[in-house]
């Protein structure tokens, strides 16, 4: 055996003993597939009575880790709120860009740790549906920077500096959170989701005037109504037609009554496009609702509610 191909053995051991260091056993498997749809859903014959079928446990979090997480994105988010102030005028454009930026972080993170995972063998059935799924999140958050771009919301150089610090500082704490707890990594999320949809629900309500006089941007309209929808469709998890209206805070539960799956808008005005960057916010709200309290994306519980911390023992 020569020297280098030696040396080529000795780094395949090497490389094969690592890989056992982290093939950990794989987990039990989740409730993790889609629901059918309408078109081939089983017989009601087939069904089990709705009595039977138990509803599953909705977790809960620590309390500990619920109130640091709602420390720290109220924080962060009480700190764009006093640079970012929301006035009508075109700095709106620039708060709504660092929140993007920020905001789409945690699903290139979700996706990052998990390709990891998977090199080193840890996979379970549903990782892949997972993964498509926040892929699919990322593509969504992306092209609402995109409008936030096309609207200037990116042309001061202080507002990029400090989006762009904000989110690489973000991405590696979401990184090591999600490796430790993903529950804890999707309950952040869930806090910033929650902040994104009120924002945008408040600044339709104030500036409805002035978002139906302006013009759809171009990007707006090639991803909502122009792009192959597959992955528009593959974000929305949860059905539900009648919560796009309501608030996710309080007790605004979402209640679940109807498989029909998301439409994807059409678009008249600018005021149009904030409907549906809103509307989305809260499709991820509700999926990381679902992934925090049932470790699942679909609607287990038949309503969505923000998560509650563990009562005290
Ligand atoms: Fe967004
Ligand atoms: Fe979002």
Redesign the pocket.
Same mark, same amino acid.
């Given at each position: 055996m020569t020297c280098s191909s030696r040396a080529r053995a000795l780094l395949l051991v090497a490389l094969a003993a690592g890989a056992r260091a982290f093939n950990v056993p794989p987990r039990a498997p989740r409730i993790q597939t889609r629901p059918p749809p309408l078109a081939s859903a089983p017989p009601a014959a087939v069904a089990p009575p709705a009595a039977a079928v138990a509803a599953p446990a909705r977790a809960t979090m620590n309390g500990g880790v619920f109130t640091f997480n709602k420390v720290v994105i109220d924080a962060v988010y009480g700190l764009i709120c006093v640079l970012y102030p929301v006035t009508g005028g075109p700095r709106d454009f620039a708060r709504f860009y660092v #929140?993007?930026t920020v905001?789409?972080v945690p699903y290139f993170a979700y996706l990052s740790v998990r390709h990891l995972k998977e090199t080193f063998g840890k996979r379970a059935p549903g990782d892949n549906y997972r993964m498509r799924t926040h892929y699919a999140e990322a593509d969504?958050?992306l092209h609402? #920077?995109l409008i936030m771009e096309a609207l200037g919301g990116n042309e001061n150089g202080l507002d990029r500096a400090l989006a762009q610090t904000m989110a690489f500082v973000y991405y590696w704490y979401v990184v090591v959170i999600y490796s430790v707890s993903e529950q804890a990594a999707y309950h952040l999320s869930e806090l910033i989701?929650d902040h994104?949809y009120s924002t945008y629900d408040k600044y339709l309500r104030e500036h409805e005037a002035a978002l139906r006089a302006a013009p759809v941007p171009p990007i707006a309209k090639k991803y909502y109504e122009d792009d192959n929808p597959f992955l528009f469709d593959l974000f929305c998890t949860v059905s539900d037609t009648a919560a796009l209206s309501q608030t996710a805070e309080g007790d605004g539960g979402v209640e679940l009554g109807s498989e029909c799956p998301r439409q994807r808008p059409t678009l008249r005005s600018l005021y149009d496009v904030f409907v549906n960057?809103r509307d989305?916010?809260r499709e991820?709200w509700k999926t990381l609702c679902n992934l925090v309290q049932f470790d699942n994306m679909e609607g287990a519980g038949g309503v969505v509610r923000s998560t509650q911390p563990s009562p005290h023992e």
């Open positions: #929140l993007e905001a789409r969504n958050e609402h #920077l989701e994104a960057v989305d916010e991820h």
